[in-house]
C-alpha cells in the first residue's frame, strides 16, 4: 500500500507538535518531509531567553534532536527556504543551504511558518547592529556584540523586549528599554503592575525610556549604528539596537499560493485551509478572527490538525480561552480576561508596594472577568477558572481577592486552590490536561512525586508554570505521602550553608583535592564537618579528580570502607563478592572454611544472588577479610555507596527460553564497574529474555535480552517504595550495553548528590536531560564511558595492602581506632 506523502514547511514548535501527536496515532500512514528555514532542528524558542543570559546553552533546549527525524523516518531539510507552492500539481518548490532545487509532491501540505518580528519602518533599521530577536541566529549575535560593544538599546516593552534586556545587562552591556506606552507590557498588565514591575527591573540596573517615539537610527563613522534618535530631539548611544515590537503571522509562502489570507492563514476549526488539503497551524494561522501567539493554543492546534491528517476526523479546535502566567526575570506575573476595566465593572484591589503584592479582581454582574496579579500569583488558576466557567462569586466576593486558601473563614476550610477545583478544570495548558485526569493518574498509578505525574499525564513538563498547581493536586489526593522535590539549594548540613551543587562546582572549578582542602576552600563553620559533610566532601573530591585526590578512608563508616555492615546484635555480616552471581567449587570451598573457622551461625543467600555470611564477631572481620583475600575473592562493598552486584539468570548459555548470553554479560558488567565509588549505592540485573527472571524492571540498570540485542532501563529501586525503571534505549550487543551503561553511571556519579540514588537523581534532572547526554550525543557518550574507565583503572582496594600480613594484625590496628 503506498503511504501517502506529507509536506510540512517550517520546523517550529507547533508543527513538530503536530507531527508527534500525528506519530502516535497513525505512524505509518505518511511519508513526511520537513523544510526546515533555520540550520536548527526544532527548539524550544521560549527559552531563547536563557540562552542570551548564559544559563543555557542551545544544545539545552532542543526538543527534537536529529535522530529523532531519523528514528521516525522525517526527510527533513536544514537552512532550506520554500519558495514556491504548486497547488495545481501538489507539489513545493524549495532551495537546499547549498542552492540546489529541491521538488517535493505532497498528498496534505502543512503550513507551520510562524510569524516574523515587526521592524519599525524608520531610516537605518538596516544598518549593521540592528536586529530582531527571534530565533538562534539573533540570539548569537547579540551574545557576540554583548562581548564586543557596551551600549544596547531595546525597542519594545513587551515579555520579549524585557527578557532580551535583561539577557544583554546580564552579560555587561548597559541597557535601555524604549517603550511607545506609558507602562511596560500595557497587553498583560495593567498601569500598577506595569508600573511595580519597572521598578523592580529599575533596581537591577535596567533603564527605560517610555512614551518615546523612534524618528531614526543614527549610522557611525564605522558603518554600524551608534545611536538611536526620537521624534523629540533627543537621542541615546546604542551600538546594538534589538527590535521586540511585535510579530506578525509569516503568510508570503500562503498568500503567492493563493491560499486565502487575511491577518493570518485563514483556517477552520479542523485546521485546513480554504484549500482542503493544506492545513496551517501555529502563528501563522488565524482561526476565528484570532492569531495566537502563546505555546499553548497552539499545541490544542496540533493535536486536532494530527486527528485530521489521520483521517479520523472527530476533533475540532473551537479557539482557546488564555491566561498569561510569566516570570520576568524572576518576577511572577499573572492577567486574564478583561482586565481594563470596560464599562459596567467593579475592581477588587490589594495593593502592598512593601510586600510587592498586587491584585486586581474585575467583576461584572457576581462574576469575575478578569484579573491581574504582580508578585504572588499562586491563585491564578482558580480566578481563571472562575473566569472560564463564569462562576457566580456573590457568596465568596468578601474573600476573593485573599485568595482560595482563605475561604477557609467562610466554610471551605482547609481547602487549596486545587481541592476545590472541579475535575473538568484545566491544570496544565501546555498539554490540555485537567485536574480530573491528574488525580485518576494517581489513584491508578499509585503516584506519590511530581516527576511520577509528568510521567504518565506530561502535566507540568513543558513551560512549568502549573507546576506549583500540580504539585498542591498531589498533596490533597494522596495527602501525607506526597513527596515534595527535594530543593537544589538545601545546604549539605549545619556545618556549611552551602548546597551540594555549590560544593561539588567548587571542587571542580578550583581543583581542591581533598576533605581538608574543601573545607578550608569553603570555610566550613566547624573544623573537622561531620558525619554527614564528610563523607560527601571525600566522595565529590575522588569522583572528580580521580588518581589525584586524597581519598579519605576515616571519612566513610566502616561498614562501607571495610565491607562489612553491623548487626542488630553487634555482630557482622560479610558478603564476599561474586561476579555476576556466578562461583565456583574453590570460591564455595572458601567460603565454607570461613564459615566454619569463624563460627558464623548463619549463612545465606542475599538478594543479589550472593553468599552472606551473618554473625561475625567484630574481632575476626580483618583476618576473615584476609582469608578471603588469598582466596582471591574481595569482600563484596557490599554496604557501600557503590557498585552492589549485578544479578543474572542463566541466560541463553542454559535456558531454553534465553536469547542473549546474561551471565557472560553480568560478569563483564560487574568486573568493569568494581571499585567504582558512587552518590549511592547502584544494583544492576541482567535478563536473557524478556521474562525477566533476574527482576532487571527494578535495578538502577536493568538490562532485558531481546532477539536483537537488548533493551536498557534506567533509575529503579526495590526500596521502601519500589521504583520501576524507566526505559532508556535499546542497543545491539554487550559493548554497547557497556558503553551505554557505563556513560549513564558515570553522568550520575558526576552529576548526583551525595546520597541521591538514580531514580531521584532522574527526578531531578529529568530523562530528556540524560538522553541529550548519552544517547543523543555519541561523542559526549564516548567521552563519558572513557572518564569512567579512566577512574576504575588499575582499581586496588585501599585495604588490599592490610591483606598482605597473614593474622590480619596490621588492619586490626587500624580497625580498632575507626569509630564504628
Same mark, same amino acid.
Given at each position: 500500500?503506498?503511504?501517502?506523502?506529507?509536506?510540512?514547511?517550517?520546523?517550529?514548535?507547533?508543527?513538530?507538535?503536530?507531527?508527534?501527536?500525528?506519530?502516535?496515532?497513525?505512524?505509518?500512514?505518511?511519508?513526511?518531509?520537513?523544510?526546515?528555514?533555520?540550520?536548527?532542528?526544532?527548539?524550544?524558542?521560549?527559552?531563547?531567553?536563557?540562552?542570551?543570559?548564559?544559563?543555557?546553552?542551545?544544545?539545552?533546549?532542543?526538543?527534537?534532536?536529529?535522530?529523532?527525524?531519523?528514528?521516525?523516518?522525517?526527510?527533513?531539510?536544514?537552512?532550506?527556504?520554500?519558495?514556491?507552492?504548486?497547488?495545481?500539481?501538489?507539489?513545493?518548490?524549495?532551495?537546499?543551504?547549498?542552492?540546489?532545487?529541491?521538488?517535493?509532491?505532497?498528498?496534505?501540505?502543512?503550513?507551520?511558518?510562524?510569524?516574523?518580528?515587526?521592524?519599525?519602518?524608520?531610516?537605518?533599521?538596516?544598518?549593521?547592529?540592528?536586529?530582531?530577536?527571534?530565533?538562534?541566529?539573533?540570539?548569537?549575535?547579540?551574545?557576540?556584540?554583548?562581548?564586543?560593544?557596551?551600549?544596547?538599546?531595546?525597542?519594545?516593552?513587551?515579555?520579549?523586549?524585557?527578557?532580551?534586556?535583561?539577557?544583554?545587562?546580564?552579560?555587561?552591556?548597559?541597557?535601555?528599554?524604549?517603550?511607545?506606552?506609558?507602562?511596560?507590557?500595557?497587553?498583560?498588565?495593567?498601569?500598577?503592575?506595569?508600573?511595580?514591575?519597572?521598578?523592580?527591573?529599575?533596581?537591577?540596573?535596567?533603564?527605560?525610556?517610555?512614551?518615546?517615539?523612534?524618528?531614526?537610527?543614527?549610522?557611525?563613522?564605522?558603518?554600524?549604528?551608534?545611536?538611536?534618535?526620537?521624534?523629540?530631539?533627543?537621542?541615546?548611544?546604542?551600538?546594538?539596537?534589538?527590535?521586540?515590537?511585535?510579530?506578525?503571522?509569516?503568510?508570503?509562502?500562503?498568500?503567492?499560493?493563493?491560499?486565502?489570507?487575511?491577518?493570518?492563514?485563514?483556517?477552520?476549526?479542523?485546521?485546513?485551509?480554504?484549500?482542503?488539503?493544506?492545513?496551517?497551524?501555529?502563528?501563522?494561522?488565524?482561526?476565528?478572527?484570532?492569531?495566537?501567539?502563546?505555546?499553548?493554543? #497552539? &499545541?490544542?492546534?496540533?493535536? @486536532?490538525?494530527?486527528?485530521?491528517? /489521520?483521517?479520523?476526523?472527530? *476533533?475540532?479546535?473551537? $479557539?482557546? !480561552?488564555?491566561?498569561?502566567?510569566?516570570?520576568?526575570?524572576?518576577?511572577?506575573?499573572?492577567?486574564?480576561?478583561?482586565?481594563?476595566?470596560?464599562?459596567?465593572?467593579?475592581?477588587?484591589?490589594?495593593?502592598?508596594?512593601?510586600?510587592?503584592?498586587?491584585?486586581?479582581?474585575?467583576?461584572?454582574?457576581?462574576?469575575?472577568?478578569?484579573?491581574?496579579?504582580?508578585?504572588?500569583?499562586?491563585?491564578?488558576?482558580?480566578?481563571?477558572?472562575?473566569?472560564?466557567?463564569?462562576?457566580?462569586?456573590?457568596?465568596?466576593?468578601?474573600?476573593?481577592?485573599?485568595?482560595?486558601?482563605?475561604?477557609?473563614?467562610?466554610?471551605?476550610?482547609?481547602?487549596?486552590?486545587?481541592?476545590?477545583?472541579?475535575?473538568?478544570?484545566?491544570?496544565?495548558?501546555?498539554?490540555?490536561?485537567?485536574?480530573?485526569?491528574?488525580?485518576?493518574?494517581?489513584?491508578?498509578?499509585? #503516584? &506519590?512525586?511530581?516527576?511520577? @505525574?509528568?510521567?504518565?499525564?506530561? /502535566?507540568?513538563?513543558?513551560? *512549568?508554570?502549573?507546576? $506549583?498547581? !500540580?504539585?498542591?493536586?498531589?498533596?490533597?489526593?494522596?495527602?501525607?505521602?506526597?513527596?515534595?522535590?527535594?530543593?537544589?539549594?538545601?545546604?549539605?548540613?549545619?556545618?556549611?550553608?552551602?548546597?551540594?551543587?555549590?560544593?561539588?562546582?567548587?571542587?571542580?572549578?578550583?581543583?581542591?583535592?581533598?576533605?581538608?582542602?574543601?573545607?578550608?576552600?569553603?570555610?566550613?563553620?566547624?573544623?573537622?564537618?561531620?558525619?554527614?559533610?564528610?563523607?560527601?566532601?571525600?566522595?565529590?573530591?575522588?569522583?572528580?579528580?580521580?588518581?589525584?585526590?586524597?581519598?579519605?578512608?576515616?571519612?566513610?563508616?566502616?561498614?562501607?570502607?571495610?565491607?562489612?555492615?553491623?548487626?542488630?546484635?553487634?555482630?557482622?555480616?560479610?558478603?564476599?563478592?561474586?561476579?555476576?552471581?556466578?562461583?565456583?567449587?574453590?570460591?564455595?570451598?572458601?567460603?565454607?572454611?570461613?564459615?566454619?573457622?569463624?563460627?558464623?551461625?548463619?549463612?545465606?543467600?542475599?538478594?543479589?544472588?550472593?553468599?552472606?555470611?551473618?554473625?561475625?564477631?567484630?574481632?575476626?572481620?580483618?583476618?576473615?577479610?584476609?582469608?578471603?583475600?588469598?582466596?582471591?575473592?574481595?569482600?563484596?562493598?557490599?554496604?557501600?555507596?557503590?557498585?552492589?552486584?549485578?544479578?543474572?539468570?542463566?541466560?541463553?548459555?542454559?535456558?531454553?527460553?534465553?536469547?542473549?548470553?546474561?551471565?557472560?554479560?553480568?560478569?563483564?558488567?560487574?568486573?568493569?564497574?568494581?571499585?567504582?565509588?558512587?552518590?549511592?549505592?547502584?544494583?544492576?540485573?541482567?535478563?536473557?529474555?524478556?521474562?525477566?527472571?533476574?527482576?532487571?524492571?527494578?535495578?538502577?540498570?536493568?538490562?532485558?535480552?531481546?532477539?536483537?540485542?537488548?533493551?536498557?532501563?534506567?533509575?529503579?529501586?526495590?526500596?521502601?517504595?519500589?521504583?520501576?525503571?524507566?526505559?532508556?534505549?535499546?542497543?545491539?550487543?554487550?559493548?554497547?550495553?557497556?558503553?551505554?551503561?557505563?556513560?549513564?553511571?558515570?553522568?550520575?556519579?558526576?552529576?548526583?548528590?551525595?546520597?541521591?540514588?538514580?531514580?531521584?537523581?532522574?527526578?531531578?534532572?529529568?530523562?530528556?536531560?540524560?538522553?541529550?547526554?548519552?544517547?543523543?550525543?555519541?561523542?559526549?557518550?564516548?567521552?563519558?564511558?572513557?572518564?569512567?574507565?579512566?577512574?576504575?583503572?588499575?582499581?586496588?582496594?585501599?585495604?588490599?595492602?592490610?591483606?598482605?600480613?597473614?593474622?590480619?594484625?596490621?588492619?586490626?590496628?587500624?580497625?580498632?581506632?575507626?569509630?564504628?
Amino acid at each position: 500500500m503506498r503511504k501517502l506523502k506529507l509536506v510540512m514547511v517550517g520546523n517550529g514548535m507547533a508543527g513538530v507538535r503536530t507531527l508527534e501527536e500525528l506519530q502516535k496515532i497513525a505512524p505509518d500512514l505518511y511519508d513526511i518531509t520537513v523544510f526546515g528555514a533555520e540550520p536548527h532542528p526544532n527548539y524550544n524558542r521560549i527559552l531563547l531567553s536563557p540562552v542570551l543570559a548564559g544559563e543555557m546553552t542551545i544544545q539545552d533546549i532542543i526538543l527534537n534532536d536529529l535522530q529523532w527525524y531519523a528514528d521516525n523516518d522525517i526527510n527533513l531539510h536544514l537552512g532550506a527556504r520554500v519558495g514556491e507552492i504548486d497547488r495545481r500539481n501538489r507539489s513545493v518548490i524549495a532551495t537546499s543551504a547549498s542552492g540546489e532545487t529541491i521538488t517535493v509532491d505532497y498528498d496534505r501540505l502543512l503550513l507551520a511558518t510562524g510569524s516574523t518580528p515587526f521592524v519599525l519602518p524608520i531610516p537605518g533599521n538596516d544598518l549593521p547592529g540592528v536586529i530582531s530577536y527571534r530565533d538562534i541566529k539573533d540570539t548569537d549575535e547579540m551574545i557576540d556584540a554583548a562581548a564586543r560593544y557596551k551600549h544596547a538599546v531595546v525597542i519594545g516593552a513587551g515579555l520579549l523586549g524585557l527578557e532580551a534586556a535583561n539577557g544583554l545587562a546580564l552579560r555587561g552591556m548597559d541597557v535601555t528599554v524604549v517603550h511607545l506606552s506609558d507602562w511596560i507590557m500595557e497587553r498583560q498588565l495593567d498601569r500598577t503592575a506595569g508600573k511595580m514591575l519597572q521598578a523592580a527591573l529599575e533596581a537591577k540596573g535596567m533603564k527605560f525610556k517610555l512614551n518615546a517615539h523612534t524618528a531614526e537610527l543614527v549610522k557611525g563613522e564605522s558603518g554600524r549604528v551608534c545611536a538611536i534618535r526620537f521624534k523629540d530631539g533627543s537621542s541615546l548611544p546604542a551600538d546594538l539596537v534589538c527590535m521586540a515590537a511585535g510579530i506578525r503571522p509569516n503568510v508570503a509562502l500562503a498568500e503567492q499560493a493563493g491560499i486565502h489570507c487575511n491577518r493570518g492563514i485563514v483556517v477552520n476549526d479542523t485546521l485546513q485551509t480554504y484549500d482542503p488539503r493544506v492545513y496551517a497551524v501555529g502563528e501563522c494561522a488565524n482561526h476565528r478572527g484570532t492569531a495566537y501567539g502563546l505555546v499553548a493554543p #497552539l &499545541f490544542e492546534q496540533a493535536k @486536532v490538525c494530527a486527528n485530521h491528517l /489521520a483521517e479520523m476526523g472527530i *476533533g475540532r479546535y473551537q $479557539g482557546s !480561552v488564555t491566561s498569561t502566567k510569566l516570570k520576568v526575570t524572576g518576577i511572577d506575573v499573572f492577567s486574564a480576561g478583561d482586565f481594563s476595566g470596560a464599562e459596567g465593572t467593579e475592581d477588587i484591589v490589594l495593593h502592598d508596594p512593601g510586600l510587592g503584592i498586587y491584585k486586581r479582581i474585575v467583576l461584572k454582574d457576581d462574576k469575575l472577568v478578569g484579573a491581574v496579579l504582580y508578585g504572588d500569583t499562586k491563585d491564578g488558576a482558580w480566578y481563571f477558572q472562575l473566569l472560564k466557567d463564569e462562576q457566580n462569586i456573590h457568596d465568596i466576593r468578601d474573600h476573593l481577592v485573599f485568595g482560595n486558601a482563605h475561604l477557609g473563614d467562610v466554610g471551605h476550610k482547609g481547602n487549596s486552590v486545587a481541592a476545590t477545583m472541579p475535575d473538568s478544570a484545566e491544570v496544565c495548558g501546555c498539554n490540555g490536561v485537567c485536574k480530573g485526569t491528574i488525580v485518576k493518574a494517581i489513584k491508578e498509578h499509585g #503516584l &506519590f512525586s511530581l516527576e511520577d @505525574v509528568r510521567k504518565h499525564t506530561k /502535566a507540568s513538563s513543558s513551560c *512549568g508554570s502549573c507546576t $506549583g498547581l !500540580v504539585e498542591q493536586i498531589l498533596a490533597s489526593t494522596v495527602g501525607g505521602a506526597y513527596q515534595p522535590a527535594d530543593s537544589n539549594n538545601k545546604a549539605v548540613c549545619g556545618c556549611t550553608d552551602l548546597s551540594h551543587g555549590d560544593v561539588r562546582k567548587a571542587i571542580r572549578d578550583h581543583k581542591l583535592l581533598s576533605v581538608a582542602d574543601t573545607q578550608q576552600y569553603l570555610r566550613w563553620k566547624t573544623p573537622n564537618g561531620c558525619a554527614t559533610c564528610r563523607p560527601a566532601l571525600n566522595y565529590y573530591c575522588i569522583s572528580t579528580w580521580p588518581h589525584e585526590a586524597i581519598d579519605d578512608p576515616q571519612s566513610r563508616f566502616i561498614n562501607e570502607r571495610a565491607h562489612a555492615n553491623i548487626q542488630k546484635d553487634g555482630t557482622y555480616s560479610v558478603v564476599p563478592r561474586m561476579w555476576g552471581g556466578l562461583t565456583t567449587p574453590t570460591e564455595l570451598r572458601a567460603i565454607a572454611d570461613a564459615a566454619e573457622k569463624y563460627k558464623v551461625p548463619t549463612v545465606k543467600v542475599t538478594g543479589g544472588q550472593r553468599i552472606d555470611l551473618l554473625g561475625v564477631q567484630k574481632e575476626d572481620l580483618p583476618a576473615m577479610w584476609a582469608d578471603f583475600a588469598r582466596a582471591g575473592m574481595a569482600s563484596g562493598h557490599a554496604y557501600g555507596k557503590s557498585l552492589r552486584t549485578v544479578k543474572t539468570c542463566v541466560g541463553a548459555e542454559h535456558c531454553r527460553f534465553g536469547t542473549q548470553r546474561s551471565m557472560d554479560l553480568g560478569v563483564k558488567l560487574e568486573k568493569m564497574l568494581f571499585g567504582m565509588w558512587s552518590p549511592h549505592k547502584v544494583k544492576l540485573a541482567v535478563s536473557g529474555c524478556p521474562r525477566n527472571c533476574a527482576e532487571s524492571g527494578i535495578k538502577d540498570i536493568g538490562v532485558i535480552g531481546v532477539d536483537s540485542g537488548y533493551e536498557l532501563y534506567i533509575g529503579g529501586n526495590g526500596g521502601i517504595k519500589t521504583e520501576v525503571a524507566q526505559f532508556f534505549c535499546k542497543v545491539a550487543d554487550d559493548e554497547e550495553v557497556m558503553e551505554y551503561g557505563g556513560a549513564f553511571i558515570q553522568l550520575y556519579r558526576e552529576e548526583g548528590f551525595y546520597l541521591e540514588r538514580t531514580c531521584h537523581y532522574l527526578e531531578r534532572v529529568g530523562m530528556e536531560h540524560i538522553k541529550q547526554h548519552v544517547l543523543e550525543n555519541a561523542e559526549r557518550r564516548k567521552e563519558l564511558h572513557e572518564k569512567l574507565l579512566f577512574a576504575l583503572q588499575n582499581y586496588k582496594d585501599p585495604w588490599a595492602e592490610r591483606f598482605e600480613d597473614a593474622s590480619g594484625g596490621a588492619l586490626r590496628r587500624e580497625f580498632e581506632i575507626i569509630k564504628v
